[in-house]
Structure formats: structure tokens, C-alpha cells
């Protein structure tokens, strides 16, 4: 059974990963089209080196992610994934995938929902 604290953590990942998707779908509207094309190309690197277990290239990716879309990561997440040893890596990891790939529609500022 996962403790409360376990739970957290997957939230906070889950929620940080559908925060960077949203930011991505979004960028549309700002001026930065070829960022959202780029979303499947993420995803499968993402994947991939999480089934490899290549935690230091997951990391490195996903703050160049970061860069890309002009937005600071999540301290506490980076934290989390480089704390976290073989097997809570993967989990963690795919976590944050599952936020990254919900379908999750939020609202935009502007109004109207973001795909």
C-alpha cells in the first residue's frame, strides 16, 4: 500500500508533467508552433530512457525541455528524480510521463480550452 507520502510525490510528478504539456499545447498562441510539433519526439525519448534506465539523459532532457518552452523546472521535481534510485526512478519518471501525456484540458487565461 503507498503511503501518503508516496502519494505525493506521484501527484506532485503527475501534475508537474501535465503542467509542461499544457505550457507546450499552449505555446501555439505565444509564437512557439514548433515546440508543440516536437511533443511526440519528447515522449519517445522520454520513454526511452526510462526503459533503459538512463536517469542522468532523462534529466538532462527534460530540462532542456524546460529551456526550450522559456520555463524554470519544478525544483522539488528535478530533486526527486536524481534522489531516487533504480527502480523509484522509473517510477517517478513515469509518473510525470502519465501527467505529460494525460488529456487532461485545462482553460487558457484567454479563454476557450487548449487541445
Known amino acids: 500500500m503507498m ?7 506521484y501527484d506532485l510528478l503527475k501534475e508537474a508533467g501535465c503542467s509542461m504539456a499544457q505550457y507546450i499545447y499552449s505555446a501555439e498562441s505565444s509564437g512557439i508552433s514548433t515546440i508543440k510539433s516536437m511533443i ?11 526503459r533503459n534506465n538512463k536517469k542522468v539523459e532523462f534529466i538532462l532532457y527534460l530540462e532542456k525541455i524546460y ?4 520555463k524554470q523546472p519544478h525544483k522539488n ?14 517510477e517517478y519518471a513515469l509518473a510525470f ?6 488529456d487532461k484540458k485545462k ?3 484567454k479563454g476557450g480550452k487548449s487541445e
Open 40 to 50: 511526440k519526439k519528447y515522449t519517445g525519448r522520454m520513454l526511452n530512457y526510462i
Open 77 to 90: 521535481v528535478i530533486d526527486i528524480l536524481r534522489a531516487a534510485d533504480t527502480r523509484r526512478f522509473q
Open 97 to 102: 510521463m502519465m501527467g505529460f501525456m494525460s
Open 3 to 9: 503511503s501518503n507520502e508516496e502519494k505525493d510525490i
Open 107 to 109: 482553460e487558457n487565461p
Open 67 to 70: 529551456a526550450s518552452i522559456y
